[in-house]
């Protein structure tokens, strides 16, 4: 089952409370200056945003900083995250690109711009949706690709997607499938295409969730009864293989998991087998630098 993680604290401390909880639990890898251009967009946030709410009635608040949490996760620069936390904020407050330039930087006022233009043409877009889906996911991956100069700006959309996806168990059915239909069709395939792994496996695996929760229930019981024996078996092959590369001089990164449950179920549907006659439960990757 997909188990979402972030740096938040529990609902009840106020979004202020939980933007200096956040900002206390930054990784190291973000310097003192980092800390302090971070600290200030969500101020920002919190003066632009923070009257909002969403429809799965989380704050605009919390909902960008588990955005940008994500991001973190990701390690991402002190830029995109900033990026991250002040996506919606031009037009309000008195907030506009040339402001942003002069406080955050060039490289920030264009991400945000591209977010914000992103935004109003995908609402715009969603009219066609009700008359003709495929041409709407069409317009789609068209203005994810297209419009942002800068390709953080397609990763902050992607993380802010991801945490939709954790969110909306409360919404109605109708609404749930329809996000996760475009999560299936559209934002997975661009996650994976560029190469973001961890978010794709959990938007695929939410997508299903949503889309054929039986489906979804039977293979995450399925995989669930021999998880930990199979995550057993992967930390040992880590283990030698971190090993094999220290006593080879080769400096490698190395990770492992069970694979996730929607590349299970497709496999399964696709070949239409069991879960038994899957033998590729388990996947390891080697980064090494050529």
């Known amino acids: 089952m997909v188990k979402p993680v972030y740096n938040l604290p529990e609902e009840h401390l106020d979004d202020a409370g939980a933007t200096e909880h956040w900002l206390g639990a930054l990784p190291p890898n973000y ?163 560029l190469g973001v792994w961890q978010v794709t496996w959990e938007l695929e695996d939410l997508a299903l969730r949503y889309l054929e929760p039986e489906e979804y229930s039977r293979t995450a019981k399925l995989l669930g009864d021999r998880r930990a024996e199979r995550e057993g078996y992967i930390a040992e092959v880590l283990a030698t293989l971190e090993e094999k590369f220290r006593e080879a001089g080769i400096k490698a990164e190395i990770s492992g998991r069970p694979k996730h449950i929607y590349s299970i179920w497709r496999k399964m549907q696709r070949k239409n087998v069991d879960i038994e006659q899957i033998f590729d439960l388990r996947a390891v990757r080697v980064l090494v630098d050529d």
Not at 54 to 78: C, F, K, N, W, Y
Not at 184 to 191: F, G, M
Request: charged share 35%; glycine share 4%.
């Open 31 to 193: 310097t003192d200056e980092d800390r302090r251009r971070i600290a200030d967009a969500c101020e920002l946030l919190v003066r632009c945003r923070g009257d909002q709410t969403l429809e799965t009635g989380e704050s605009q608040v919390r909902h960008l900083l588990s955005t940008a949490d994500i991001l973190v996760r990701l390690r991402m620069d002190a830029d995109t995250v900033i990026a991250s936390l002040l996506n919606g904020c031009l037009g309000r407050a008195d907030v506009t690109e040339e402001k942003l330039r002069e406080r955050f930087g060039p490289g920030i006022a264009v991400m945000v711009s591209d977010l914000h233009r992103i935004d109003q043409i995908a609402n715009v877009d969603a009219a066609i949706a009700a008359k003709d889906q495929d041409q709407h996911e069409e317009n789609l991956r068209r203005l994810l690709l297209g419009i942002a100069e800068d390709v953080r700006v397609v990763l902050v959309v992607l993380a802010e997607r991801l945490h939709l996806m954790r969110s909306i168990k409360t919404l109605a059915e109708d609404r749930r499938r329809k996000i996760a239909r475009d999560t299936q069709r559209v934002y997975a395939p661009l996650a994976n295409r």
